[in-house]
């Protein structure tokens, strides 16, 4: 297994951050629509389940090329995609219901 040392993180966020100052704040940065943000990540995490899907069912049948890890680690994607997707719609919810609730 690969160790980071501490000064090897610090040169490279220091790198990160000086790439950032030259660059300079964004002058015109590209439009994207909510809606369409959130259906690429609703897309996203639905290709990662049926990814995780496909893998356990070919290793289920000794058709599959993945190791056990390997198809669990793709398991585990899946549920934390899948999750954090729901905090959000969670968190839209609860802010909708706030608006909502506010007197006029």
């Known amino acids: 297994m690969n160790e ?10 220091r790198s990160l951050g000086r790439d950032l100052q030259t660059t300079g704040p964004m002058e015109s940065a590209p439009t994207t629509d ?3 943000m959130l259906k ?7 290709e990662t389940q049926q990814k995780a899907r496909e893998l356990k069912v070919g ?5 599959g090329e993945a190791s056990l890890a390997e198809v ?12 954090a997707v729901t905090e959000v ?3 839209l919810v609860t802010a909708y219901q706030d608006i ?3 007197p006029v």
């Open 4 to 13: 980071i040392s501490p000064e090897q993180l610090l040169s490279q966020i």
């Open 34 to 36: 909510f809606s369409d």
């Open 40 to 46: 690429t990540s609703l897309n996203a995490v639905n």
């Open 59 to 63: 290793f289920e049948y000794g058709t």
């Open 72 to 83: 669990m680690i793709a398991a585990q994607k899946a549920d934390l995609s899948f999750r």
């Open 89 to 91: 719609r969670n968190k």
């Open 100 to 102: 909502m609730n506010m």
